[in-house]
């Protein structure tokens, strides 16, 4: 059995190389759909010889469903363009499907995030899954405006979630300055979503979601661990959280 990994993509030409790099040789169709990219994003891709298509951005799940379209396998890895498949995942991707897994099941990886130069091991990406390898023709992708999930398109007693050997590395933020920015614009999609929900927020929720979060990636989860880097991604989405609530009260 084949399949096909899909890649969303906008102005990655610093991390678009080293993720085909690692994906080239375990599928012969590879996908970056780019929503726009005015550096050499398209440029890169297209050396490593794999598909371009460029889509419109409609939000996380739209775009990530339509490029799901373009593919020519039902079977679909699904990657952002800073995460790095280690050679444990796709061989065990491989083995898979040699099986022939159910078309109902979906498969979960795991995710290690790189901050600062370091590989984090605690904190609140200490035991990051992700359900990335499905079928088409049995799961898609939600509207959320931020943190998008794939749902079933049928219900069914016989779906199964499997998780996989080895991991992706997770190259997601430059700098410490990359975290705040990148925070503060899930921080806007996500009070969008709690208007659109019809949340009520009072005005000390967010300060004891903050301090909440802080101290248990922290502490309970041992984020001082991580050194310095642990400390600026504990504080940093404490922070996180604060303003989404904050924002999000603004707009009720």
């Not at 078309?103 to 609140?124: A, D, N, W, Y």
């Amino acid at each position: 059995m084949s399949f096909s990994i899909v890649i969303i993509a906008k102005n990655e030409e610093e991390q678009i190389a080293r993720t085909l790099e690692a994906i080239k040789d375990i599928s012969d169709d590879i996908v970056v759909a780019d929503t726009g990219s005015t550096d050499r994003t398209i440029e890169i891709a297209k050396s490593y010889k794999v598909r371009v298509e460029r889509l419109e951005w409609k939000g996380y799940g739209p775009t990530k469903n339509e490029a799901n379209s373009l593919a020519k396998c039902d079977w679909i890895l699904s990657l952002d363009a800073d995460e790095e498949v280690n050679p444990e995942l796709a061989e065990d991707i491989c083995t898979k499907l040699k099986h022939s897994p159910s078309p109902q099941t979906i498969f979960s990886l795991k995710r290690r995030l790189v901050f600062l130069g370091k590989v984090m091991e605690h904190g609140s990406v200490s035991d990051e899954w992700r359900n990335r390898f499905f079928n088409r023709q049995h799961w898609q992708w939600n509207e959320n405006l931020v943190h998008e999930e794939l749902i079933p398109i049928y219900k069914s007693k016989r779906l199964k979630k499997i998780k996989l050997n080895g991991h992706v590395f997770h190259h997601s933020y430059k700098d410490k300055k990359d975290l705040k920015v990148r925070l503060k614009k899930y921080a806007s999609l996500s009070a969008e979503e709690k208007k659109a929900a019809g949340q009520q927020i009072s005005s000390s929720k967010g300060m004891v979601h903050s301090s909440w979060s802080f101290f248990k990636n922290y502490v309970i989860r041992r984020g001082f661990l991580d050194g310095r880097a642990g400390f600026i991604h504990a504080k940093e989405n404490a922070a996180y959280v604060k303003e989404k609530y904050r924002k999000a009260r603004k707009k009720s």
